[in-house]
């Protein structure tokens, strides 16, 4: 008997001839298998269908049962078993109809939340635009500023150095003893445009810097100062006109100078130098020293 199974094993392909083993893959082995996986496919289905399945294997049942009771000589209430058929349906319409309404709202509350959050995105993303075009335009105004700033501290400096020759002059006047003619001094004016067209832009700097940026330029008027006389005036108010006008200027040079020093630390992102109010005690004190 052993012989004719292995026989029968080899013509079935259940078994290798040459390991003598038996094959797991064939056919008569993988027929438990299949049926597992029958009936793990129907395990799976939706709840829905296999409501719908069971109802019409109820449906049929019944229909089985009515056709044998009248094969059968039993007498049934053909409204009696439509009755119990269209409670059966209705119940699963009615049942249909309940998890239809609640994928309705599940969908509609998904949808809501989907909305809100694209909501929410549009709005971050608007408002990274609105501060990237906000620092576009600070730097752009910063660097207008800083360009206008070097301009004037190029300009004080000069002005500076021509009254520092009208005093020399004034000096070597008094030395030799000659009388004074001076009936008109006029002071040196400066002009800011820039400064004066973007005044209403100067938020964008904020307080900490615009405050600087404000008490260097809006020196910067344009308008002309002049004094008058008919008569000349003495040596030594031309002297205390000049030299006082001389110090104002220094002054206005260093401020320019050490605010422009602040918008290169806020552009570059170093460390700021500090206010002008801060730093103006030791600023000065060097001026002094370089006048003695």
């Known amino acids: 008997m052993p012989g004719t199974e292995l026989i029968w094993a080899t013509k079935l392909g259940c078994i290798d001839t040459q390991t003598e083993k038996w094959i797991v893959h064939s056919p008569i082995m993988s027929q438990p298998e299949n049926s597992v996986n029958g009936f793990q496919k129907l395990r799976d289905l939706p709840f829905a269908l296999k409501m719908a399945l069971g109802g019409c294997i109820v449906l049929s049942a019944l229909e089985l049962f009515v056709l044998f009771q009248q094969f059968a000589g039993l007498k049934i209430d053909s409204g009696v078993a439509t009755l119990f058929g269209a409670i059966l349906g209705l119940g699963i319409v009615g049942w249909q109809t309940s998890r239809g309404f609640q994928n ?8 809501s939340r989907i909305e809100r959050e694209a909501r929410l995105h549009r709005a971050e993303l608007e408002q990274a635009a609105e501060a990237r075009t906000e620092e576009k335009q600070r730097s752009a105004l910063l660097g207008a500023l800083r360009a206008e700033i070097a301009y004037l501290f190029g300009a004080v400096t000069d002005a500076a150095g021509h009254v520092h020759v009208i005093i020399a002059i004034e000096k070597a006047l008094i030395q030799r003893g000659r009388p004074s003619s001076t009936k008109a001094i006029t002071l040196h004016s400066f002009e800011a445009p820039v400064f004066n067209a973007n005044i209403s832009a100067l938020g964008l700097i ?15 008027n344009g308008k002309e100062v002049k004094i008058t006389q008919d008569e000349p005036m003495p040596h030594d108010v031309v002297l205390m006109l000049y030299e006082g006008n001389l110090s104002s200027l220094r002054k206005w040079a260093s401020d320019l100078h050490h605010v422009a020093l602040r918008i290169l630390s806020y552009e570059n992102g170093t460390h700021d130098p500090g206010t002008l109010s801060v730093t103006e005690q030791s600023r000065y004190a060097e001026l002094k020293v370089d006048e003695t």
């Open 104 to 111: 309705l709202i599940r969908s509609q509350e998904n949808q």
């Open 206 to 220: 904020g307080a900490y810097l615009g405050a600087d940026i404000i008490k260097v330029l809006s020196r910067a």
